[in-house]
């Protein structure tokens, strides 16, 4: 079992949206996603995709996009982007799912999963960072509010159970033999490179590991990767990862 990412597939099988015009990256992006996830994924594998699915604006209208994501390799965990216009209550996502028989495909919303022996993922949408340009008070709610559903996530682990488990709760000298993953849509950085409260939390938590998405084209180069403060971070944006879904472990 390997666990990988990537963000951000923009997906438009029920919609003209063409997306080369953001570039000549996206000429034919669905059939290279598929191609390289066909390639790189196997059935056992997990793969995390934090948000910008889909450009339906409604969750009917997002059904071929979730048959597409379902009929690829693996196991998905899905979590909200800023243009999921489609995200709903997690009951209605689930229903969803069951109904389509989509059963490869979980939603991420104040939970949490384990995805292996001993690696635990979490995360929320995330927003835009104070210190970015124009981070108003509306900002600064929704922002408070992310912060709020990501220490919800990782709360959540005590509350679940790996399957091979008995029903004790892991203790806290258990807890730093966990790998912990975060998955958010937003960097947990603004535009100049500074760690926000996202960080503060997830150094709180013992996060091992960071994905995120969001930025594209010239705003790679707002990219923060690397170790920082022991969090590994990483951008998983599809079209920076060519559409090839990255390893995580």
Same mark, same amino acid.
């Given at each position: 079992?390997?666990?990988?990412?990537?963000?951000?597939?923009?997906?438009?099988?029920?919609?003209?949206?063409?997306?080369?015009?953001?570039? !000549? *990256?996206?000429?034919?992006?669905?059939?290279?996603?598929? %191609? &390289?996830?066909?390639?790189?994924?196997? =059935? #056992?594998?997990?793969?995390?995709?934090?948000?910008?699915?889909?450009?339906?604006?409604?969750?009917?209208?997002?059904?071929?996009?979730?048959?597409?994501?379902?009929?690829?390799?693996?196991?998905?965990?899905?979590?909200?982007?800023?243009?999921?216009?489609?995200?709903?209550?997690?009951?209605?996502?689930?229903?969803?799912?069951?109904?389509?028989?989509?059963?490869?495909?979980?939603?991420?919303?104040?939970?949490?999963?384990?995805?292996?022996?001993?690696?635990?993922?979490?995360?929320?949408?995330?927003?835009?960072?104070?210190?970015?340009?124009?981070?108003?008070?509306?900002?600064?709610?929704?922002? !408070? *509010?992310?912060?709020?559903?990501?220490?919800?996530?990782? %709360? &959540?682990?005590?509350?679940?159970?790996? =399957? #091979?488990?008995?029903?004790?709760?892991?203790?806290?000298?258990?807890?730093?033999?966990?790998?912990?993953?975060?998955?958010?849509?937003?960097?947990?950085?603004?535009?100049?490179?500074?760690?926000?409260?996202?960080?503060?939390?997830?150094?709180?938590?013992?996060?091992?590991?960071?994905?995120?998405?969001?930025?594209?084209?010239?705003?790679?180069?707002?990219?923060?990767?690397?170790?920082?403060?022991?969090?590994?971070?990483?951008?998983?944006?599809?079209?920076?990862?060519?559409?090839?879904?990255?390893?995580?472990?």
């Amino acid at each position: 079992m390997a666990v990988y990412a990537i963000s951000d597939l923009h997906l438009a099988l029920s919609m003209d949206k063409p997306m080369d015009i953001f570039g !000549n *990256r996206w000429v034919n992006y669905m059939q290279k996603l598929k %191609k &390289s996830w066909q390639e790189i994924v196997t =059935d #056992d594998d997990y793969v995390i995709v934090p948000g910008d699915i889909s450009w339906a604006t409604y969750l009917s209208e997002a059904k071929e996009d979730f048959e597409y994501i379902h009929m690829l390799p693996g196991k998905k965990i899905i979590s909200k982007g800023n243009h999921d216009y489609w995200w709903a209550t997690l009951s209605k996502l689930e229903k969803f799912v069951m109904e389509n028989e989509f059963y490869s495909i979980s939603f991420m919303q104040n939970n949490s999963f384990w995805l292996g022996k001993n690696i635990i993922l979490c995360g929320t949408r995330g927003w835009k960072c104070p210190g970015d340009e124009d981070f108003s008070s509306e900002d600064r709610k929704i922002y !408070n *509010r992310e912060l709020q559903r990501l220490e919800l996530s990782l %709360k &959540s682990i005590r509350q679940n159970k790996k =399957d #091979d488990m008995d029903s004790e709760v892991k203790s806290d000298e258990e807890k730093e033999d966990n790998r912990i993953i975060v998955a958010l849509h937003y960097p947990p950085f603004n535009a100049k490179g500074e760690a926000s409260e996202f960080v503060d939390i997830m150094k709180n938590f013992g996060v091992h590991d960071c994905i995120y998405g969001h930025l594209h084209g010239e705003g790679f180069k707002n990219a923060v990767e690397g170790n920082i403060s022991g969090i590994e971070f990483k951008l998983v944006s599809a079209d920076y990862l060519d559409f090839k879904p990255f390893k995580i472990v």
